[in-house]
């Protein structure tokens, strides 16, 4: 793992929110509720199941980084390095080099009935909430850790789960788009 400026990270991680936030309002926020709900021709999950999945890792992961970028300040490390384990499971995450189909957790596993535009909505708050803290964290020290979503005792750097879960939203992000041209 090599060390990444961590400005330049940071503003690499915000277009990335602000490219799902431009699909999530432009895209997804304008289709029918039926279009919304349609399951995929591959079987997989519908556009709102996506997002809702997204949603539910969101409802876990953004408060804690809240909490970790809370009375965390730190302007004098300019630099960010990965750790080997962070590292791995972004990679794992990032549609262009995990391609490995993953099964979800079965408490991440959403329903195929939900509320689309109610979904929708909480994803467009969620990306919002999102960019503003990436912007806070350019004052925050990034190697602060936070308990990943499935155990406490797993605790990844606040760089390593900006990472994370920015890959995780554009792997599905991404699954949702294909269903739209389906």
């Not at 605790?155 to 991404?174: M, N, P, S, T, W």
Request: aromatic share 10%; glycine share 2%.
């Amino acid at each position: 793992m090599e060390q990444v400026n961590k400005q330049a990270l940071l503003n690499k991680l915000y277009q990335r929110v602000e490219n799902h936030l431009h699909h999530a309002i432009h895209a997804f926020q304008n289709m029918s509720e039926q279009a919304l709900l349609a399951a995929s021709a591959t079987c997989g999950w519908s556009i709102a199941q996506c997002l809702q999945h997204l949603n539910e890792y969101g409802d876990y992961y953004l408060p804690a980084i809240e909490k970790a970028i809370k009375n965390n300040s730190d302007t004098t490390k300019t630099n960010f390095k990965s750790s080997w384990f962070g590292a791995y499971f972004t990679k794992m995450m990032e549609p262009e080099t995990g391609k490995k189909k993953m099964k979800a957790f079965k408490k991440y596993d959403p329903p195929p009935q939900l509320n689309a535009y109610a979904v929708v909505a909480e994803f467009i708050q969620q990306q919002e909430q999102l960019l503003t803290l990436l912007s806070k964290a350019a004052s925050a020290d990034l190697d602060k850790r936070i308990p990943i979503s499935l155990t406490a005792l797993i605790r990844l750097k606040l760089g390593d789960v900006f990472q994370f879960v920015i890959a995780h939203d554009e792997r599905h992000v991404q699954q949702a788009l294909r269903n739209c041209i389906e």
